[in-house]
Nanobody
Framework: QVQLVESGGGLVQAGGSLRLSCVAS????????MGWYRQAPGEQRELVAT???????NYADSVKGRFTISRDNNKSTVYLQMNSLKPEDTAVYYC?????????WGQGTQVTVSS
C-alpha cells in the first residue's frame, strides 16, 4: 500500500525559506514520478512542481525561480525547497505520486507565510 508522509511545514515570514520532505513507502520509489501540489482555503488544489524518475522537473509559473524540487532515491524521499516565500504561498502542501495510473496523496502539511 502506497503511503506518503510529508513534513517540514510551518509559519515563516515573507522572504523566508522552508524545506518540505515527503517519504514514500509501498512502491518502487525510483520508478515513479513525484510532485507537490498545494491548496489554499477556498481554492482548488494546484500543481506546484513535479519531478520524473529521470530527474526532469516542471514548475508552476508562480514558483519558478523560487522553489526547487529534488529527489533522493536512496531515501525514497522527495523535497521541495521554498525560498523567497510570499503570503500567497500560504496553503496546505500535498505530496503526490502516480504509480499504476492511480493518484496518491499525502496527508498534507500547512505552510503559512506572514507579511
Amino acid at each position: 500500500q502506497v503511503q506518503l508522509v510529508e513534513s517540514g511545514g510551518g509559519l515563516v515570514q515573507a522572504g523566508g525559506s522552508l524545506r518540505l520532505s515527503c517519504v514514500a513507502s509501498g512502491m518502487i520509489f525510483s520508478n515513479r514520478p513525484m510532485g507537490w501540489y498545494r491548496q489554499a482555503p477556498g481554492e482548488q488544489r494546484e500543481l506546484v512542481a513535479t519531478i520524473t524518475r529521470g530527474g526532469i522537473t516542471n514548475y508552476a509559473d508562480s514558483v519558478k525561480g523560487r522553489f526547487t524540487i529534488s529527489r533522493d532515491n536512496n531515501k525514497s524521499t522527495v523535497y521541495l525547497q521554498m525560498n523567497s516565500l510570499k503570503p500567497e504561498d500560504t496553503a496546505v502542501y500535498y505530496c503526490w505520486t502516480r504509480p499504476l495510473s492511480i493518484d496518491y496523496w499525502g496527508q498534507g502539511t500547512q505552510v503559512t507565510v506572514s507579511s
